[in-house]
């Protein structure tokens, strides 16, 4: 059972370190996947910590969460708030894409470990 969960989380961190790398790659011509990686592996971090002490608040929480994570991605990469905002958007739709491909021929799940929301 152990196992299983932990390689589920593997599979589900390089699919969205893919997102974070495409949107990384697109935005700011950054092509690193294991940077991505650890930004992912980070960001996942940061958001189940920040969602433990602070998700809870209303209408609140999941904005700290989502500003947190976004700040991951901030000091990760180059640019601004706007370009670490847009690698974000396409890491996530990136990933739902992915997702959906493989959950159509039936080899995952929905949900993807280090893009918030996928």
């Not at 991505?36 to 002490?53: D, E, S």
């Amino acid at each position: 059972m152990v196992v299983a969960s932990l390689v589920v989380f593997i599979v589900s961190l390089l699919i969205g370190a893919l997102g974070i790398f495409l949107g990384a790659k697109f935005v700011v011509d950054v092509e690193d996947y294991t940077y991505a990686f650890i930004t992912a592996l980070v960001g996942a971090v940061v958001w189940a910590v920040v969602g433990f002490f602070l998700g809870w608040i209303p209408l609140l929480g999941p904005i700290l969460v989502f500003l947190a994570y976004l700040a991951v991605i901030n000091s990760r990469y180059p640019g601004g708030w706007i370009e670490a905002l847009t690698i974000t958007v396409i890491a996530w739709l990136s990933v739902l894409v992915v997702l959906y491909v493989l959950a159509f021929v039936g080899l995952t799940g929905f949900e993807a470990a280090g893009v918030p929301g996928a």
